[in-house]
């Protein structure tokens, strides 16, 4: 799984989940909603329990709407980097690609897996992309997938050549349709207007929006001139039929590791909804549409992973799970609770210092955060929370003392120095953003 520095400086990830019978709170999990059977399938992703390594999960869950049942069967492993895509002709869940990760190694794999409720099947071994996205198009009874055909069998590495192309998978075989398309510089996300017959990738080149539109064989690219979405990458994308639109909720971008915007994109122009009661802000969250309703799961919070469930209909949001999501309270119940019993554990009194910033109880998060220190001296992420919490507490001489420490110990690498750089920046900590572009340097 790729690590993101600024959600370790930023945020928590959330412990394992106080209700065993329900799937954990999890990072790059995928979702998708079998119309047939009328349930959501989750599959995927890392889970992140106090105590113990990542964990890498290949049950598969379903969700009724009432209660979570978990299969724990053969089938493709633990997976991250996958597309989960309903194929309604088949009736069928495929699972395409994705990486496999232990603690020796990490593959990645060219397969196709169909889940018909009951058990899973291997129909093909031959997918073309890694870092695979696809979407059903039942007008021609095929799946579209896109993703990077650069060394295919490679994992990734950063600084990597990518070469995003568009593959047609129907009939178990795979038809290349296009190589000249979209180059997203980041996490992405696809989505098919099925009254359209267009397959639309929203991107961003220099901050500006573009989209990206597939239709009678032929990329058309579409610039937004007024009233776009900033930049971000990790956004949810699906389409509402009934709505007769894309939906884009949350991602994340340089100056802003969660986002919590709504935007409805027509073929032609975005338009930004407005609602009094939302998600919270969130990125890596999963959206599907299922039942004349979108469907949003998990992501990364302030407070760490979620596995809250929100569905959106006639323009409204509500929380499905409500009685055992992970959401902050439980969170740092959870955490509180684990340092009651480990009071030298450095890294979740990291987790429980940050949770406390984020939720603006600065004293207490500068004791906790403090402690930390005093077990951890060199880790970065204390340095640049006590930083943020000290800030925050306007103590500007004892503040500057843990980000000029932090700054001096070469440990976050270039590109974490600049994303911070960005962040300091958002927040109008102008000088504290001038020291960290140095250092990228």
Same mark, same amino acid.
């Given at each position: 799984?790729?690590?993101?520095?600024?959600?370790?400086?930023?945020s928590?990830?959330?412990p394992?989940l106080?209700?065993p019978?329900?799937?954990?709170?999890?990072?790059?999990?995928e979702?998708?909603?079998?119309q047939?059977r009328?349930q959501?399938i989750?599959y995927?992703?890392a889970?992140m329990p106090l105590g113990?390594?990542?964990n890498?999960p290949?049950?598969?869950?379903? /969700?009724?709407? =009432?209660?979570?049942?978990?299969f724990? &069967?053969?089938?493709? $492993?633990s997976r991250?980097?996958? @597309?989960l895509v309903y194929?309604?002709e088949?009736?069928?869940?495929l699972?395409?690609?994705?990486s496999?990760?232990?603690?020796e190694?990490v593959k990645e794999?060219?397969?196709v897996?169909?889940?018909?409720g009951v058990?899973?099947?291997?129909?093909n071994?031959?997918?073309?992309v890694k870092?695979?996205?696809a979407?059903?198009?039942?007008?021609?009874?095929?799946?579209?997938?896109y993703?990077?055909g650069h060394?295919?069998?490679?994992v990734?590495q950063?600084?990597?050549?990518?070469?995003?192309?568009? /593959?047609?998978? =129907?009939?178990?075989t795979?038809?290349? &349709?296009?190589?000249? $398309?979209?180059q997203?510089y980041s @996490?992405?996300?696809?989505?098919?207007?099925?009254k359209?017959?267009t397959?639309?990738?929203?991107t961003w080149?220099q901050?500006?929006s573009i989209?990206w539109?597939?239709?009678?064989?032929?990329?058309?690219k579409?610039i937004?001139?007024e009233?776009?979405p900033d930049?971000?990458?990790?956004?949810s994308?699906?389409?509402h039929p009934?709505?007769?639109?894309?939906?884009?909720f949350g991602g994340r971008?340089e100056s802003n590791?969660?986002?919590?915007?709504f935007?409805?994109w027509?073929?032609?122009?975005w338009?930004k909804?407005e609602s009094?009661?939302?998600p919270a802000k969130?990125?890596?969250?999963?959206?599907e549409?299922g039942?004349?309703?979108l469907?949003?799961?998990?992501g990364?919070?302030?407070w760490?992973?979620t596995?809250?469930?929100w569905k959106?209909?006639?323009?409204?949001?509500?929380?499905?799970n409500?009685d055992y999501?992970?959401d902050?309270r439980?969170t740092?119940?959870?955490?509180?609770?684990?340092?009651n019993?480990h009071?030298?554990d450095?890294?979740?009194?990291?987790?429980?210092g940050?949770?406390?910033?984020n939720?603006?109880q600065?004293q207490e998060?500068?004791?906790?955060?403090?402690k930390?220190n005093?077990i951890k001296?060199?880790?970065h992420?204390?340095?640049?929370?006590?930083?943020?919490v000290?800030?925050?507490?306007n103590k500007p001489s004892?503040?500057?003392f843990?980000l000029?420490?932090?700054?001096?110990?070469?440990?976050m690498?270039?590109?974490?120095?600049?994303?911070?750089?960005?962040?300091?920046?958002?927040v109008?900590?102008?000088?504290?953003s001038g020291?960290?572009?140095e250092?990228t340097?």
């Amino acid at each position: 799984m790729k690590k993101n520095i600024l959600f370790g400086i930023l945020s928590v990830c959330a412990p394992g989940l106080l209700y065993p019978d329900n799937p954990q709170p999890r990072h790059l999990e995928e979702i998708v909603y079998d119309q047939n059977r009328g349930q959501i399938i989750l599959y995927g992703g890392a889970e992140m329990p106090l105590g113990s390594a990542v964990n890498f999960p290949s049950s598969i869950a379903e /969700w009724n709407g =009432k209660a979570w049942t978990a299969f724990d &069967l053969n089938g493709p $492993g633990s997976r991250n980097g996958h @597309a989960l895509v309903y194929q309604s002709e088949d009736k069928v869940t495929l699972l395409i690609g994705g990486s496999t990760e232990t603690p020796e190694v990490v593959k990645e794999n060219l397969d196709v897996w169909s889940w018909n409720g009951v058990e899973w099947k291997r129909i093909n071994e031959n997918c073309p992309v890694k870092s695979p996205e696809a979407v059903f198009d039942a007008s021609l009874n095929r799946v579209l997938v896109y993703g990077d055909g650069h060394q295919i069998s490679r994992v990734w590495q950063g600084g990597d050549p990518r070469d995003y192309q568009l /593959w047609e998978f =129907k009939s178990n075989t795979w038809n290349k &349709l296009s190589s000249d $398309g979209p180059q997203p510089y980041s @996490a992405f996300e696809i989505a098919f207007d099925t009254k359209r017959k267009t397959l639309v990738i929203p991107t961003w080149d220099q901050g500006k929006s573009i989209v990206w539109e597939w239709r009678d064989n032929k990329w058309r690219k579409i610039i937004c001139s007024e009233n776009c979405p900033d930049a971000r990458n990790r956004f949810s994308l699906a389409y509402h039929p009934n709505e007769n639109g894309i939906f884009l909720f949350g991602g994340r971008n340089e100056s802003n590791p969660f986002l919590g915007d709504f935007w409805k994109w027509n073929g032609q122009i975005w338009t930004k909804i407005e609602s009094s009661i939302s998600p919270a802000k969130r990125a890596a969250a999963t959206m599907e549409y299922g039942d004349d309703e979108l469907i949003l799961y998990g992501g990364v919070t302030d407070w760490g992973l979620t596995n809250e469930i929100w569905k959106w209909k006639n323009g409204v949001w509500k929380l499905m799970n409500s009685d055992y999501a992970m959401d902050a309270r439980r969170t740092g119940d959870l955490l509180k609770s684990w340092l009651n019993g480990h009071p030298e554990d450095g890294n979740v009194l990291l987790r429980y210092g940050s949770l406390l910033r984020n939720l603006n109880q600065a004293q207490e998060a500068e004791l906790i955060l403090k402690k930390a220190n005093a077990i951890k001296p060199a880790d970065h992420n204390i340095l640049i929370n006590l930083f943020l919490v000290l800030h925050q507490l306007n103590k500007p001489s004892e503040r500057d003392f843990y980000l000029t420490d932090a700054l001096q110990q070469n440990l976050m690498g270039g590109n974490g120095y600049r994303m911070l750089a960005y962040y300091f920046m958002s927040v109008q900590l102008f000088k504290e953003s001038g020291l960290c572009f140095e250092k990228t340097i």
